[in-house]
């Protein structure tokens, strides 16, 4: 189990290692040149010296490296040379919002999932045959397009819920949840619907095991043995789709947050890929690094904990 | 071809055909591939299906609905949507397949070289491919989108990249599982060079699991492409691709969702045409070209009325109720269902049980004498039924019971101890909560009371240390702790009848006597009726009073233990007996064995079912079906002929 969790924290040093590189790699063959781009058109070439010399942009680019990751490790990603914001402070204030999103997408996702899988893991073919469906549809619908329909239908026609724009959990609790009631859904259906398919997929072949019979003969109701035989030995496939859509979840706040103006990582994402804010990119693809090794390491805990022979060992 | 590769075990021919036959017959996966087809081909056949080009602009007609003129309608300059999705449809196609070539073309070699190499390499690819699951591939992509404006070729191949890791996983497998069969290590023995190894063998195998992965990986790629030119990342304007087509019908939403919907439908169309595709191939070409186990079959429930013509025929012995009798089984007939219909494993079972006494059900492996332990338990597993006659326990009508009173049955009238220990506890819970469970479930103990209680009945299943044993959980266990922890559990809820199916079959010899005296010293005190399931005379002897012999789902014969083994009416009986290892004395004589074996469940004849290994049948026993009957009072058979009653049959009955 320890040996585990130090394996998944040992990758996360060359994860981070790869993306930061691959910023900076790219930054360097990049054609163009920042401080050129920063002055505009009115730049003398000895004002670009100037500021390229300001911005440390003159030095080799294994030595800029090399300051950004000794930076990195105090918490300190850096300046944008875009819009002149400190990194971590513009990631921080926009970090609520990405998390509340996709923290609530993981839940919907997982209840409505876990749900849908039960009543057709046990409900006969009939019902396994919509999962199925549910499951194909889920996954070949994108997300920012069903955001967008959304969006037309209750929000454009019915008026039920701001088509766009986010309120801060702290500034109206109702107000909050109505600004993500529309993204959520958009976000959490194809995670729900691949969820629904791995507990259908996990109960039945649970059910069908040996020691769910021996559970009947010590007379034990069928409702008893699904939820606390059945579903705890399902929980392993199940845990495991659930942090892969955590994970898929942060990708999907690239779009759906376009979709519906939120002020999160993705959008910011967004915004500093179309300004060549590379700095600004690179803190956020070290913010998503983290929160996929966070979410690893949250389900090696829960395999520890579901599993007794990982928790032994 | 030389004499060293002619000597070479073929892997089985290439099924290649087989295999797209069987594809085409999937109607869904056929028509999948014909709409991609049709898609496809009409945009890079844009330029001759539509007119006037996809930047045609006419503001007259600014977002019209769908017409005549305009299949699909216009957008806000009076553009063709149908036009500008064919047009855009060979950006975004061709640019998912780009994707999906890179993923297929990076993750082959990897998984190939990985899978069957092993060792070393096998652990960098796979860290590397761990690493690469990890990273958030749509914020590297608009780094790279951002680094190279303007060069989505460039964007298009790192995606590919990005897309390998879950390919190269799925092409590992098969790599590492073809290497350990046999055909492989004989091409390496008749010295085939490794590289036609891999060749022929290896990429044939992983073909299978690469096209699903392909058809997945191009269905994703397209999501990612669409996003990007969603986000503003792909085709400059006015050049069309659908993705840029659905942010222009997302400026509109407001006056009309068909820019919205036409560019979504298309979409969505082409990815669930290959996710489709990816099923279609998954279903046919992973089984047949990797074995992968094939999927589960289809099962129908039993028509009761096929069977309700055995019941209503007239019992064959009408059980004697005792005035003790606990259990009476009357005309059972168990059934499975199977794809062609329900398949009889038992037919016609009558017997009863009194209260304490102890029966043992002996036969070989498929007469039905477990499928008729486990419907007097109401265990059969899924698709087996109890299609006929009764089942009476106590007051308890058996085969009718559902939900409460089922529960109330299963828990405080009969015990169930399963042949396989281990697999019967939960591996996820410790033994002692489990117990606990099934000790606080009827009697409304408190848990200190429950938990003093199973501490008490594991000392009564003689485990050392029992506080310790409760401990654990079922993987820390041996296989005769496990079956004594089994025995506690039948006992904790403290039932009249305890049936147990080959309850030592899967324990070590010297465990299995410890564990039949248990079970024998716990019935007596415990006053317990006891069902024992067994092919083991030695295990019946230690445990039974009384022997029921089955025979392709018939009662054959049934009596008082001493008198079966010592004078066997049926034939099958006294084989039976004649193959225990114990009778045999000379070492220098073959075995005895039965000859032929046990005809299946739906093949059985009309008469006699043991007819054809009997060296006694005549064409009377073929000819109908043989009624039981009774030698004496205690002792009955079904057989016309049977042995000692009718004739001496010396050479059987000496070894006997």
Redesign the interface.
């Known amino acids: 189990m320890i040996r585990l969790i130090v394996r998944r924290l040992l990758l996360a040093v060359p994860l981070l290692l790869i993306v930061s590189t691959l910023t900076f790699v790219l930054t360097a063959v990049a054609p163009g040149d920042p401080a050129a781009t920063i002055l505009g058109s009115s730049a003398t070439p000895e004002s670009i010296a100037a500021l390229n010399a300001k911005l440390g942009l003159d030095d080799p680019i294994v030595v800029q490296y090399w300051h950004w990751l000794e930076n990195a490790v105090t918490g300190d990603l850096g300046t944008s040379v875009v819009t002149s914001q400190s990194v971590g402070q513009a990631i921080g204030t926009r970090l609520p919002t990405t998390l509340s999103l996709v923290l609530l997408g993981t839940l919907v996702a997982a209840v409505v999932g876990i749900g849908l899988g039960m009543v057709s893991a046990l409900g006969g073919r009939r019902l396994g045959r919509v999962t199925d469906i549910l499951a194909v549809v889920g996954y070949v619908i994108p997300n920012f397009w069903l955001g967008l329909m959304l969006v037309y239908f209750l929000s454009v026609r019915l008026g039920w819920f701001p088509a766009t724009g986010y309120v801060g959990l702290g500034d109206s609790p109702g107000g909050w949840l109505r600004s993500l009631v529309l993204p959520v859904i958009a976000l959490a259906v194809m995670g729900a619907t691949a969820v629904a398919k791995q507990t259908r997929d996990a109960m039945r072949e649970v059910m069908g095991r040996e020691f769910i019979t021996a559970l009947r003969a010590d007379g034990f109701s069928e409702r008893q043995i699904v939820f606390r035989h059945g579903l705890r030995n399902a929980a392993i496939p199940i845990v495991t789709v659930t942090g892969v859509l955590f994970i898929g979840m942060f990708g999907g706040t690239v779009l759906v947050e376009s979709v519906f103006v939120l002020p999160g990582l993705g959008g910011l994402a967004v915004s500093s890929a179309q300004t060549g804010d590379l700095t600004m990119l690179q803190g956020v693809a070290v913010v998503f690094c983290l929160a996929v090794v966070a979410a690893n390491l949250a389900v090696d805990l829960a395999y520890g904990w579901l599993n007794p022979k990982v928790r032994v060992q | 071809m030389n004499d060293a590769t002619a000597a070479v075990p073929v892997p089985p021919p290439n099924p290649l055909q087989t295999v797209l036959r069987q594809y085409l017959r999937n109607g869904l996966a056929t028509g999948s591939l014909i709409l991609l087809a049709v898609i496809a081909a009409a945009c890079v056949l844009a330029p001759l299906l539509t007119s006037g080009g996809p930047n045609q602009v006419d503001l007259g007609h600014s977002l019209a609905g769908p017409s005549a003129q305009h299949l699909l309608g216009t957008d806000q300059l009076g553009r063709d949507l149908l036009t500008r999705l064919l047009y855009g449809g060979r950006t975004t196609l061709l640019n998912a397949f780009v994707v999906s070539f890179v993923a297929v073309a990076v993750s082959v070699p990897l998984g190939v070289v990985a899978g069957y190499a092993g060792g070393w390499v096998d652990r960098v690819v796979m860290?590397v491919t761990?690493?690469g699951l990890?990273?958030?591939?749509?914020?590297?992509m608009?780094?790279?989108?951002?680094?190279?404006?303007g060069n989505l070729g460039l964007a298009m191949i790192a995606l590919g990249f990005l897309l390998a890791p879950p390919i190269v996983r799925n092409v590992r497998g098969p790599a590492l599982a073809v290497k350990g069969e046999l055909f492989v290590d004989a091409a390496v023995v008749a010295g085939l060079p490794s590289r036609r190894i891999i060749f022929r063998h290896v990429l044939l195998r992983v073909l299978g699991p690469v096209l699903v992965q392909g058809a997945l990986a191009t269905?994703i790629a397209l999501?990612f492409t669409?996003?990007l030119s969603?986000?503003?990342?792909g085709a400059k304007p006015p050049n069309p691709d659908w993705g840029s087509m659905?942010a222009e019908?997302?400026q509109v939403?407001?006056k009309s969702?068909w820019p919205?919907?036409s560019?979504?439908v298309a979409?969505?169309l082409v990815?669930?045409a290959l996710?489709?595709i990816g099923?279609g191939v998954r279903d046919v070409a992973v089984e047949a070209w990797s074995g992968a186990p094939t999927r589960r079959r289809?099962s129908r429930k039993p028509s009761p009325g096929v069977l309700a013509g055995r019941a209503q025929r007239p019992a064959d012995a009408e059980p004697t109720p005792a005035e003790e009798t606990l259990l009476t089984l009357h005309n059972v007939s168990v059934a499975y269902s199977a794809s062609d219909g329900p398949r009889c494993v038992a037919s016609d079972v009558s017997f009863s049980i009194a209260a304490g006494e102890s029966v043992a059900i002996v036969g070989e492996s498929g007469c039905g004498k477990s499928s008729i332990a486990r419907a007097i338990?109401r265990?059969l597993?899924?698709g087996g039924e109890i299609v006929a006659g009764s089942v009476r326990f106590d007051d308890y009508d058996v085969a009718t019971l559902e939900g409460?009173p089922l529960?109330?049955?299963?828990?405080?009238a009969?015990?169930?101890i399963?042949q396989?220990p281990m697999?019967?506890?939960?591996?996820?819970?410790?033994v002692g909560v489990l117990l606990r469970?099934?000790v606080q479930?009827?009697d409304g103990l408190s848990r200190k009371q429950a938990e003093a209680r199973v501490l008490e009945l594991l000392e009564q299943v003689q485990l050392p240390d029992p506080a310790g044993v409760a401990k654990r959980?079922p993987?820390?266990l041996s296989g005769g702790m496990a079956q004594r922890i089994g025995i506690a559990?039948a006992i904790?809820?403290r039932p009249r009848l305890l049936i147990a199916d080959e309850p030592t079959t899967a324990l070590d010899v010297t465990v299995q006597s410890e564990i039949l005296s248990l079970l024998r010293s716990l019935q007596k005190d415990l006053g317990m009726a006891l069902l024992l399931v067994s092919h083991d005379w030695g295990v019946v002897a230690q445990v039974c009073d009384r022997a029921l012999v089955m025979y392709a789902g018939e009662l054959v014969e049934h009596g008082k233990l001493n008198r079966i083994t010592h004078e066997p009416a049926h034939p099958y009986t006294s084989a039976l007996l004649a193959c225990r290892p114990a009778t045999i004395v000379d070492d220098d004589l073959p075995l005895p064995t039965i000859r032929g074996s046990v005809s299946a469940p739906g093949e059985w004849p009309t008469g006699c079912r043991f007819a054809s290994r009997c060296d006694f049948s005549t064409d009377q026993c073929r000819s109908a079906a043989v009624p039981l009957t009774e030698v004496d009072g205690e002792h009955s058979v079904r057989c016309l002929n049977p042995l000692r009653i009718g004739r001496e049959h010396e050479e059987v009955s000496e070894r006997v």
């Not at chain 2, 990890?134 to 590297?140: G, R």
């Not at chain 2, 608009?142 to 404006?149: E, G, W």
């Not at chain 2, 697999?423 to 410790?430: F, G, I, Q």
């Open positions: 860290t761990d690493v990890s990273l958030p591939a749509m914020v590297v608009l780094v790279v989108v951002s680094t190279f404006s269905a999501q669409v996003g969603f986000l503003g990342f659905i019908g997302s939403l407001n969702p919205l919907v560019g979504g979409l969505g990815s669930l996710v489709l099923d289809r338990a265990l597993p899924h409460r529960y109330d049955y299963r828990r405080n009969v015990s169930y399963a396989d697999t019967a506890l939960d591996p996820t819970l410790r469970r099934i479930a009827g959980f993987h820390e559990r904790a809820t």
